[in-house]
């Protein structure tokens, strides 16, 4: 028998390590079940490692100390597998709705609310007044009515739910009319001809392209038409020889011919963001007041709320879609609820929503407050990552994200790090800073260009919580 197996004939029994001092502690506070799995994982771990290389060090462990080491290593497992599996990050990516970081954060007022609501019942569903069964989109109603003059709203999931159940209602085996030039993707599974086909509603495509006219809608509408549709190119612009139709000429030829008009804002503001130095976009206000009869828009969006999708317009097409079985099946939680009617209230007072609202925040920052905290920060950046690396801070453009305002349009600052390529190479170099980054205790991100990296400033508004982090990279960063 050589060390190596003898070795794996005296490796201790789970039985011995849940004896142990400390997994004993651990089973008290993790059950005894997850505690055992982890015992397994750690044998059959270090069984592997024997049997792959197994140093000699490995082999020299006495069997105490290797009791000691397996119950240490079931320990640190059962530490990580406590902590939240989903967990804040710093986003200087330099895209402020990043879908893949939950596009906007919450304001404070939101945030209390999903705490208190969160461990307790609500008044949901139930009218506090009467007693009686109530109705969850009513409290929405209230506050979006308002803001948007809309006389019926409804929520779902998101957006792209929002637009399957209005056209599954209101035009199920009918002809939807819609611009060649409308036709568009979001973010790869949102495609407005899957869409329709998969609420079963049969796409009329109108006009060209880059031009469609009112005379096309006109001649393209049949007995079978059910709705004309126009859906908002939030993710990118047709320029050059182009025409649509406005939403004001589309409402009167569906009134002409009582078919209902559909406007499909995508990002869907609430208030004019010019004030805030953002270009033009149209409100579900001036659509609505353009005619159209329906309305959606994402909630977290240029909204800068929770994902949702929202049904503004008019109230019997509103009853008509929340009596479709479909909605049952989209509707949305009470803690999406709570959080998005706690960002409408801000609206209330739009001149300090800047200050309330974490997305307008963010897209308001001058660029020169953005430049000062790059400043502030980059000698700190220096004295963590050593001599060896170069940094600077430069001019660049934040984009909003999210398929929202497609352009980069927001003049910002980034400190951009230059690794000194050592094993195996630049590429490499690089990829193991923007690791390190995201390895810290909470992970920044930051993006990859053209062999640098590059952290946009531009959504950081706490700069001592990415201060207090960068000690922790001179331990692992250049290692
Ligand atoms: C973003 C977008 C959608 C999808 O919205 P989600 O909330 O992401 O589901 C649909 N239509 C348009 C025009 C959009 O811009």
Redesign the pocket.
């Known amino acids: 028998m050589n060390p190596r197996q003898a070795l794996l004939r005296q490796l201790p029994s789970v039985d011995s390590l849940l004896q142990t001092a400390s997994l004993q502690a651990a089973v008290a506070e993790f059950g005894r079940e997850q505690v055992k799995q982890h015992v397994r994982q750690a044998l059959a771990d270090w069984r592997d490692s024997l049997e792959k290389d197994g140093s000699d060090a490995a082999l020299e462990l006495h069997k105490d100390k290797l009791l000691d080491l397996l119950s240490q290593r079931v320990l640190h497992a059962l530490q990580l597998s406590a902590a939240p599996i989903l967990r804040p990050v710093i986003n200087l990516t330099g895209t402020v709705l990043h879908t893949n970081l939950g596009r906007a954060r919450l304001p404070e007022q939101a945030c209390q609310v999903l705490q208190s609501l969160g461990g307790q019942s609500c008044n949901l569903e139930y009218d506090l007044e009467t007693g009686k069964r109530g109705d969850r989109d009513s409290h929405l109603q209230q506050e979006l009515c308002r803001l948007t003059g809309a006389q019926a709203v409804t929520i779902v999931n998101?957006?792209?739910a929002a637009?399957l159940l209005v056209l599954n209602t209101l035009a199920r085996d009918k002809e939807v009319l819609i611009s060649r030039g409308e036709l568009?993707e979001?973010g790869g599974s949102?495609r407005i001809p899957a869409v329709m086909e998969a609420a079963q509603a049969c796409l009329h495509e109108v006009g060209t392209t880059n031009r469609t006219h009112l005379q096309d809608y006109r001649e393209a509408i049949n007995a079978a038409t059910g709705l004309l549709m126009k859906?908002?190119t939030?993710?990118y612009a047709v320029q050059g020889f182009t025409a649509s139709v406005s939403e004001q000429d589309l409402a009167s030829l569906a009134a002409e011919h009582e078919l209902p008009f559909v406007s499909?804002l995508?990002?869907g503001t609430l208030i004019d963001l010019q004030r805030f130095g953002l270009p033009p976009e149209p409100t579900v206000r001036s659509v609505l007041e353009a005619g159209a009869d329906i309305v959606t828009f994402?909630g977290d969006?240029l909204l800068g709320g929770v994902?949702a999708?929202i049904i503004a317009g008019r109230a019997d097409l509103i009853q008509r879609i929340k009596a479709n079985p479909l909605k049952r099946a989209l509707r949305v939680d009470k803690l999406t609820l709570a959080a998005l009617l706690e960002v409408l209230k801000l609206y209330r007072d739009p001149e300090r929503l800047p200050e309330k609202l974490p997305f307008l925040r963010d897209v308001s920052r001058s660029e020169s407050s953005i430049r000062e905290q790059a400043q502030q920060i980059l000698p700190a950046l220096r004295e963590n990552l050593g001599p060896d690396v170069a940094i600077e801070m430069r001019e660049t453009r934040s984009q909003i994200g999210?398929?929202a305002l497609p352009l980069d349009l927001l003049p910002s600052a980034a400190l951009v790090i230059r690794p000194e390529p050592k094993a195996g190479g630049a590429d490499a170099a690089l990829t193991r800073l923007a690791a390190a980054f995201r390895q810290l205790s909470t992970p920044v991100i930051g993006r990859i260009h053209d062999g640098e990296f590059w952290l946009d400033l531009r959504c950081l508004d706490d700069s001592q919580a990415l201060l207090d982090l960068l000690p922790e990279l001179s331990a692992q960063a250049c290692a």
């Open positions: 998101n957006n792209a637009v568009v979001i949102f859906v908002h939030s993710n499909d995508g990002s994402s969006k994902q999708g999210s398929g």
